[in-house]
């Protein structure tokens, strides 16, 4: 019995742990990065500089990210972090709000950006999988996981989704800086700005599809939400100005 019983299991033991090697690699290779893509990442810093504390330490870990930049809103929650990939900005101050994401563009050095607010933690993987659409589909489109529609009719959860929040979301450089310059020159980007930067997002979206720049893609990754609160979402009015936005800029009214 034992003769070939422990060859038997011998074997099996074997084809185990080939199976879990193999299935390990393939893992790891899904969660590199390309050696030759670099990305930078552009945070805002207003209310939640602890937050930071979190993110900046997982987000420099991973290699694909070659630069990080902050803008920091307000020289009271400043936190200012002291790392070789980090670019601590801090002359932008709020004049633009949280449409500063977008004049940061001009500060990267590589010519891929990854738009994230400072609530949500993206890991490896999902930075990895917003870089395989990109190369499936080029780097004019805005690639994102938060999606909503925005149309004649207002701003929604669960309609047919056409505009990807910048929350989270990956983007070519030079596309970026063309939707940001028309934006600045819209007779829309004052009501922007009057609602403290609500819905740069939405005009972002806007413009990027309406100068056929590129197109939203929505890409499912999981991210982690971190402390949300004191922003400007938190606000009674955050989803009315957005609703009021979207009706504007698809009825094309003032």
């Known amino acids: 019995m034992y003769k070939y019983n422990i060859p038997l299991i011998l074997i099996i033991i074997l084809i185990i742990i080939l199976i879990l090697l193999t299935t390990f690699r393939i893992y790891k290779f899904y969660e590199s990065c390309d050696t030759n893509t670099k990305i930078t990442v552009i945070i805002l810093n207003y209310n939640r500089p602890h937050n930071l504390d979190i993110l900046i330490p997982s987000l420099v870990k991973i290699d694909c990210i070659g630069e990080i930049i902050i803008s920091h809103g307000k020289k009271e929650t400043e936190n200012i972090i002291k790392q070789n990939k ?66 004649s009719s207002g701003y929604f959860f669960n309609k047919a989704n056409n505009t990807i929040l910048t929350s989270c979301a990956l983007i070519g450089k030079k596309t970026a800086m063309k939707v940001w310059n028309d934006m600045k020159q819209s007779k ?26 590129g197109k939203d893609i929505y890409v499912d990754i999981k991210t982690k939400n971190l402390d949300n609160m004191n922003g400007y979402s938190n606000k009674p009015s955050h989803y009315k100005e957005r609703i009021s936005l979207c009706k504007k800029i698809n009825n094309k009214i003032n």
């Open 86 to 151: 980090v670019v601590n900005e801090t002359k932008i101050k709020n004049i633009y709000y949280s449409a500063a994401r977008f004049e940061c563009i001009k500060l990267a050095k590589n010519n891929i950006i990854l738009f994230l607010d400072d609530d949500i933690l993206i890991n490896k993987k999902g930075i990895t999988t917003l870089l395989d659409s990109m190369k499936k589909n080029g780097t004019n489109n805005l690639y994102g996981p938060n999606h909503r529609t925005c149309d």
């Open 188 to 213: 829309y980007f004052n009501i922007v700005l009057d609602q403290k930067g609500n819905g740069e997002d939405i005009l972002f979206s806007y413009f990027l599809n309406k100068n056929k720049y």
